[in-house]
């Protein structure tokens, strides 16, 4: 009973430094620093580190331990078949103005009260722990598009953007092991208090998905037909009894008034009969 209890109480966290390998993110500015991927990986493995030591019933699992390539795609299956309670990204930012600097977090959706509410804590951790200048919260709304890795993960999930890379202070602040060691740590207290102060629901179960076409015979999802889509198409097939049974289908959206505006959006590109499914998990 006692092992079972243990294993119940267990918190699946996934830490994901940004980019890596072939992929630098925003590329050093000199060769005397980091470039974004090595800069991410540090902060990542430091918190890792924290959370290990002082916080036993969290398990953490990284996307990347090592400087490696790995795809958006295989970062969310991870987290998504590892079934993780939830996902941090780290990375850090660039803007082509360079007094812009200071720390960001994205989310999906505000309406995605978990999420929200560890952003919340990470935001008030980087100004109070670490003194950094915070920039705030955005959701995808706000930012004008979804990022990948908050929109497919199927748990709360943050990207938390450390500060920026093409400020020349910050730059340098985020390539001292201390500036590093300091954000992990606000990182930490952002997540302990999160998982110790009862983590407010969020439902991610339910999705929406937008149809564009449905066939009796398959169609590359690759196919030109798809083009002015701008997104990936999905091919789901149904019994063979079903007359147009391949089906094509783009978006996730855990919010069906962002499902809709995508419908819009692809109506106007020609795919007018195009409407809104909801799955659920
Ligand atoms: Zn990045």
Same mark, same amino acid.
Do not use: W
């Given at each position: 009973?006692?092992?079972?209890?243990?294993?119940?109480?267990?918190?699946?966290?996934?830490?994901?430094?940004?980019?890596?390998?072939?992929?630098?993110?925003?590329?050093?500015?000199?060769?005397?620093?980091?470039?974004?991927?090595?800069?991410?990986?540090?902060?990542? /493995?430091?918190?890792?580190?924290?959370?290990?030591?002082?916080?036993?019933?969290?398990?953490?699992?990284?996307?990347?331990?090592?400087?490696?390539?790995?795809?958006?795609?295989?970062?969310?299956?991870?987290?998504?078949?590892?079934?993780?309670?939830?996902?941090?990204?780290?990375?850090?930012?660039?803007?082509?103005?360079?007094?812009?600097?200071?720390?960001?977090?994205?989310?999906?959706?505000?309406?995605?009260?978990?999420?929200?509410? /560890?952003?919340?804590?990470?935001?008030?951790?980087?100004?109070?722990?670490?003194?950094?200048?915070?920039?705030?919260? /955005?959701?995808?709304?706000?930012?004008?598009?979804n990022l990948y890795v908050t929109q497919y993960?199927?748990?709360?999930?943050?990207?938390?953007?450390?500060?920026?890379?093409?400020?020349?202070?910050?730059?340098?602040?985020?390539?001292?092991?201390?500036?590093?060691?300091?954000?992990?740590?606000?990182?930490?207290?952002?997540?302990?208090?999160?998982?110790?102060?009862?983590?407010?629901?969020?439902?991610?179960?339910?999705?929406?998905?937008?149809?564009?076409?449905?066939?009796?015979?398959?169609?590359?999802?690759?196919?030109?037909?798809?083009?002015?889509?701008?997104?990936?198409?999905?091919?789901?097939?149904?019994?063979?009894?079903?007359?147009?049974?391949?089906?094509?289908?783009?978006?996730?959206?855990?919010?069906?008034?962002?499902?809709?505006?995508?419908?819009?959006?692809?109506?106007?590109?020609?795919?007018?009969?195009?409407?809104?499914?909801?799955?659920?998990?």
């Open positions: 009973m006692g092992t079972s209890q243990a294993q119940k109480n267990v918190f699946t966290l996934v830490i994901d430094p940004g980019h890596g390998g072939s992929d630098p993110g925003k590329a050093r500015q000199s060769r005397h620093l980091a470039h974004e991927k090595d800069v991410n990986l540090a902060i990542a /493995l430091k918190l890792g580190q924290y959370i290990r030591q002082n916080l036993p019933s969290v398990q953490v699992i990284f996307t990347r331990e090592k400087d490696e390539y790995v795809s958006l795609e295989d970062r969310v299956e991870l987290a998504n078949r590892k079934k993780a309670d939830c996902f941090i990204s780290i990375h850090a930012n660039a803007s082509n103005r360079a007094q812009v600097q200071g720390t960001e977090t994205h989310i999906y959706s505000r309406s995605q009260a978990a999420s929200l509410r /560890l952003a919340t804590l990470i935001e008030e951790e980087l100004r109070a722990r670490a003194g950094r200048p915070s920039r705030g919260i /955005l959701d995808a709304r706000e930012r004008g598009q993960t199927r748990m709360p999930s943050v990207l938390v953007e450390t500060g920026y890379l093409t400020h020349p202070k910050e730059e340098a602040y985020l390539n001292t092991a201390n500036g590093q060691a300091l954000i992990a740590s606000a990182l930490f207290r952002a997540l302990r208090s999160y998982c110790q102060g009862g983590i407010p629901p969020e439902n991610r179960q339910r999705y929406y998905r937008v149809q564009v076409l449905a066939t009796s015979r398959p169609v590359d999802v690759k196919s030109k037909y798809f083009d002015d889509l701008d997104e990936k198409v999905v091919e789901i097939i149904n019994p063979a009894s079903e007359a147009y049974r391949y089906k094509y289908l783009i978006g996730h959206e855990f919010e069906i008034e962002r499902a809709r505006a995508l419908q819009k959006k692809v109506a106007q590109r020609g795919f007018k009969d195009a409407f809104v499914v909801a799955f659920e998990e």
